[in-house]
Nanobody, 123 residues
Framework: VQLQASGGGLVQAGGSLRISCAAS????????MGWFRQAPGKEREFVTA????????YYVDSVKGRFTISRDNAKNTVYLQMNSLKPEDTAVYYC?????????????????WGQGTKVTVSS
């Protein structure tokens, strides 16, 4: 599956942004999906993941209650709604597809990566 992330941009602290990841290929609905991010000078970190059917989600503690992952299998798209954004959320956000939600959380057996979309939160 090929992934194309979009929707990044510049937003003020406290604001909201929704980024999307469109997938091509017939296997999207059978794959778990997730988002990672990489801030300047830092290692890539896991942010959130969602199971193939959307029934299970997992978030890193730093975004719980502020970010929401969702997916529309009919549109082959996964979304990340980001609210109450903080300057420390500034990063390039990458979507990823994996066999299971657990595989994405552990950053193992990632089937495909998107190209990244940049999110900048100004203070």
């Amino acid at each position: 599956v090929q992934l194309q992330a979009s929707g990044g941009g510049l937003v003020q602290a406290g604001g909201s942004l929704r980024i999307s990841c469109a997938a091509s290929g017939r296997s999207f609905s059978s794959l778990a999906m997730g988002w990672f991010r990489q801030a300047p000078g830092k290692e890539r970190e896991f942010v959130t993941a969602i199971s193939w059917g959307g029934g299970s989600t997992y978030y890193v503690d730093s975004v719980k209650g502020r970010f929401t992952i969702s997916r529309d299998n009919a549109k082959n798209t996964v979304y990340l709604q980001m609210n109450s954004l903080k300057p420390e959320d500034t990063a390039v956000y990458y979507c990823a597809a994996g066999i299971t939600l657990g595989a994405i959380v552990r950053d193992t057996q990632i089937e495909s990566w998107g190209q990244g979309t940049k999110v900048t939160v100004s203070s």
